[in-house]
C-alpha cells in the first residue's frame, strides 16, 4: 500500500508540475502582453514598461518561469494588480463558499442518484428502470448554467419560494442554507445522473456475485441483501467517479456563482477578468487545478485501499 | 477491376450490417427521438432565413421588449430584435462551432495518440503525463484563463474545446494503438518493409477510427454546452452575432421583468443537447456494443 502511495503521489506532483509548465506556456506563447492586457488600453508605454518589470516580464523566458514554478510551489502567486495583496489569501478567502456549493452538489447527487440507482438495479427491465436511465442522462446532458436559470426563473422569481441571490446572511446557517439549495441544485443535478447509472451498472454485477447467491440461500431478507450486502460492494466505483465529479462540479460551481451572485473562486475569476486582474486568474486557475489533483488523489488512494487489484496493477 | 467487385462477399456483409444497424437505430424510440431533434436543430440552422423574415441583428427601438405573439414568434430582446431569428441564426453558431472544433480535435487527438501508442517507451510515457496535465484543468477554469489571454472570440471558444477534447481522443487512440500493433497483419506488414507511416495510415489507422468517431459524436452536446456557456459569460461570441448563450445572458439581466428571453435562450440549448445525446448514446448501443457504459 504504501509503495502504491508514495507512486501515486510522485505522479500527482509530476502532474502538478507539468500543468504549471502548460499554464506559464500559454500566459506566455500565446499573443498578447500581460502588462498591456492588465493596463487596459488607455496605459501610456511608460506604464506598460513600469508594470513589465515589476512583473519581471524583462527577464529572459527561462528565468521568468523559474521564478513562476519555485513561487507557485511554495504559495507566492504573485499580487493582485489593485490592491497588492498576496494572490494566494486572495483566493484561499473565496474557496470556502466554493467549497461548500460543492459539498451541497455531491449531497443532492448522493442522495438522489444512489436509491435512483439501486431502484433502477432491482427493478431491472422494468418501465421505472427505463425511466430512470432517461432521465439520468437527460440530467447529464443539459449544461449546469441552463439548470441555474431556470431553477432561478422558475423557484426564485416565479412561485419565490427560495432566495435569487447571494450566500446568505453570515453567521446565520439556516438563512446560508436555504441560499445554498438552488446554486447546490444546479451544480449537482447533472451527476444525480452519472451515479444513479454507476450504481445501477455496479449493482446489477453484484447482485450476479456469489456471495448475494450465498445470502439468498441462507433466506437473508432481501432487503437486508440488496443494502446491506449487495450496496455496499457497489457503492465503490463511485467513489472514483465523485472524485473527478468534483473538479467538473467546480466548472459547474462558476456558473452557479455568477447566476446566483454568490461569492467563490468563480466569482472572483469572472469579476477578475472584467477588471483584468491578471494575476488573480492563473492563481485560482492554479489553486482549482491542485484542489482537483488532490482530490482524484485521495480518490484513488481510498480505492486503493479498498481494492488490491488496483494497487498491483499500478 | 474494383476493389469492391474484386471482394464482392465482404462489400455486402458490410453494407448490410450497416442496414442493420441503421434500421435497429430507427426502431429504437430514444434514438429516433433524438434523431429528430437533432434534424430539427439542423433544418432550423440552415433554412434560418427562410423561416423568419426579420433580421437577426437589426436593432429596433421601438420593439423593445415585445412578448411572444403572432409577427415576433418568441417576442423581442432588450434592443427589440426578433428573438426566433435570433435563436435559428444562433443555431447556426452552436453546429458550427461543434462540427469544426469536433474535427480539428479528432485529427491532432489521432495524430498524438498515433504516436503514444506506436513510438518509443518513454515518449508513450512523457505523452501520457502531458495528457493528464491537460486533464487536470477544470473546464470552465481553462477557458477563463485562456480568454483572459486571447481575448472573447470564437477563435478562443475552438481553441478551449479543443484542449479539452484532445486529451481523452488520444488515450483511446493509444489503446487501440498499443493493442493492434503486435496483430499479426501489423507484423505481417513490417517485415514486408512497409513504412511507419504506411502502417500507422493504412492498417492502424482504419481500425481505430470507428469507435473514436462514435465517441465524438457523443461529445457534441458537451461542446455545445462550452459554447453557449462561454457566450453566455460573454467570453466567447461577440455581439451582435447571435448565440444561444448570449441570448441567455440578455435574457439573465433581465429575468424578472421578461423571462422569455431567458426561455428563448436556454430550449434550443436544451433541445440540442439533447437531442444529440439521445441520438449519440443509441449509435453507441447499436454500432459497438462494447463501448457501453462509456
Redesign the interface.
Known amino acids: 500500500m504504501l509503495n502504491y502511495a508514495v507512486k501515486r503521489l510522485g505522479?500527482a506532483v509530476?502532474?502538478?508540475s507539468?500543468?504549471m509548465?502548460?499554464?506559464f506556456c500559454?500566459?506566455y506563447l500565446?499573443?498578447?502582453d500581460?502588462a498591456s492586457?492588465a493596463l487596459g488600453p488607455r496605459a501610456t508605454d511608460a506604464m506598460k514598461e513600469a508594470l513589465r518589470i515589476k512583473m519581471g516580464l524583462d527577464q529572459p523566458i527561462w528565468v521568468q518561469f523559474w521564478h513562476f514554478f519555485t513561487g507557485a510551489w511554495t504559495g507566492d502567486l504573485g499580487e493582485e494588480v489593485l490592491s497588492g495583496r498576496p494572490v494566494l489569501d486572495v483566493v484561499l478567502e473565496q474557496l470556502p463558499f466554493t467549497l461548500v456549493l460543492i459539498a451541497g452538489g455531491i449531497s443532492w447527487s448522493v442522495a438522489l442518484g444512489i436509491p435512483l440507482g439501486c431502484w433502477a438495479a432491482i427493478n431491472r427491465g422494468s418501465f421505472a428502470d427505463r425511466l430512470v436511465g432517461?432521465l439520468s442522462?437527460?440530467v447529464?446532458?443539459?449544461?449546469s448554467?441552463?439548470i441555474a436559470?431556470?431553477a432561478?426563473?422558475i423557484f426564485a422569481?416565479?412561485l419565490q419560494w427560495l432566495p435569487a441571490i447571494g450566500a446568505g446572511e453570515p453567521g446565520d446557517p439556516g438563512d446560508q442554507l436555504v441560499h445554498l439549495i438552488l446554486p447546490s441544485l444546479a451544480v449537482g443535478l447533472g451527476w444525480v445522473g452519472y451515479i444513479a447509472?454507476m450504481v445501477r451498472?455496479s449493482m446489477l454485477e453484484v447482485l450476479e456475485a456469489s456471495h448475494i447467491r450465498t445470502a439468498r440461500a441462507f433466506g437473508l431478507p432481501e432487503n437486508m441483501i440488496t443494502y446491506r450486502y449487495a450496496l455496499t460492494i457497489a457503492i465503490l466505483p463511485t467513489i472514483t467517479l465523485l472524485g473527478v465529479g468534483i473538479?467538473?462540479m467546480?466548472?459547474s460551481a462558476?456558473?452557479a456563482e455568477?447566476?446566483f451572485a454568490r461569492p467563490g473562486v468563480?466569482k472572483l475569476?469572472?469579476d477578475a477578468?472584467l477588471t483584468?486582474n491578471?494575476p488573480v486568474?492563473?492563481g485560482?486557475?492554479l489553486v482549482?487545478?491542485v484542489i482537483?489533483?488532490l482530490l482524484?488523489l485521495v480518490a484513488d488512494l481510498i480505492v486503493g485501499a479498498l481494492d488490491p487489484r488496483v494497487r498491483s496493477s499500478f | 477491376m474494383s476493389e469492391a467487385a474484386s471482394n464482392p462477399p465482404a462489400a455486402t456483409a458490410r453494407s448490410s450490417e450497416l442496414w442493420r444497424s441503421l434500421r435497429r437505430l430507427l426502431r429504437e424510440p430514444?434514438g429516433l427521438f433524438g434523431l429528430g431533434l437533432v434534424l430539427l436543430v439542423i433544418f432550423g440552422a440552415i433554412f434560418a432565413d427562410f423561416l423568419t423574415q426579420w433580421d437577426p441583428t437589426r436593432i429596433n427601438p421601438r420593439d423593445r421588449f415585445l412578448g411572444p405573439s403572432g409577427e415576433h414568434l418568441m417576442g423581442t430582446d432588450q434592443l427589440g430584435r426578433d428573438l426566433f431569428s435570433r435563436v435559428l441564426h444562433g443555431g447556426r453558431i452552436a453546429l458550427y462551432v461543434a462540427l469544426v472544433s469536433t474535427a480539428v480535435s479528432l485529427a491532432i487527438g489521432i495524430v498524438l495518440g498515433l504516436i503514444a501508442g506506436y513510438g518509443p517507451r518513454w515518449l508513450d510515457n512523457l505523452m501520457i503525463?502531458?495528457f493528464?496535465?491537460?486533464k487536470?484543468?477544470?473546464?470552465?477554469?481553462?477557458a477563463?484563463?485562456?480568454?483572459?489571454?486571447?481575448?472573447p472570440s470564437l477563435t478562443a471558444v475552438m481553441v478551449v474545446v479543443v484542449l479539452v477534447n484532445v486529451p481523452g481522443y488520444a488515450r483511446i487512440v493509444r489503446t487501440q494503438t498499443i493493442a493492434i500493433k503486435s496483430s499479426e497483419f501489423v507484423t505481417a506488414a513490417q517485415s514486408m518493409g512497409a513504412s511507419t507511416t504506411r502502417i500507422l495510415g493504412v492498417h492502424i489507422m482504419p481500425n481505430v477510427i470507428g469507435p473514436l468517431v462514435i465517441l465524438a459524436s457523443m461529445d457534441i452536446?458537451v461542446v455545445i454546452?462550452i459554447e453557449?456557456?462561454m457566450s453566455?459569460?460573454g467570453?466567447g461570441v461577440r455581439p451582435p452575432t447571435p448565440s444561444w448563450g448570449s441570448i441567455?445572458n440578455d435574457?439573465?439581466a433581465q429575468?424578472?421583468e421578461t423571462?422569455w428571453i431567458?426561455?428563448a435562450g436556454?430550449v434550443p440549448?436544451?433541445i440540442t443537447?439533447?437531442g444529440?445525446?439521445?441520438l449519440g448514446?443509441t449509435l453507441r448501443d447499436v454500432f459497438d456494443p462494447r463501448l457501453k457504459?462509456r
Open positions: 505522479l509530476a502532474i502538478v507539468l500543468a509548465f502548460l499554464l500559454m500566459i500565446v499573443p498578447g500581460p492586457v432517461v442522462v437527460a447529464i446532458a443539459v449544461p448554467f441552463v436559470i431556470y432561478l426563473l422569481v416565479t447509472r451498472a473538479g467538473q467546480l466548472s462558476v456558473f455568477i447566476v468563480g475569476v469572472y477578468i483584468r491578471f486568474v492563473t485560482a486557475v482549482t487545478t482537483f489533483v482524484n | 430514444l503525463l502531458l493528464d496535465a491537460m487536470s484543468f477544470p473546464t470552465v477554469m481553462l477563463l484563463a485562456l480568454v483572459t489571454i486571447m481575448g452536446p454546452a453557449a456557456g453566455f459569460l467570453l441567455l435574457g439573465f429575468i424578472r423571462p431567458a426561455i436556454g440549448i436544451i443537447t439533447l444529440f445525446t439521445f448514446e457504459g
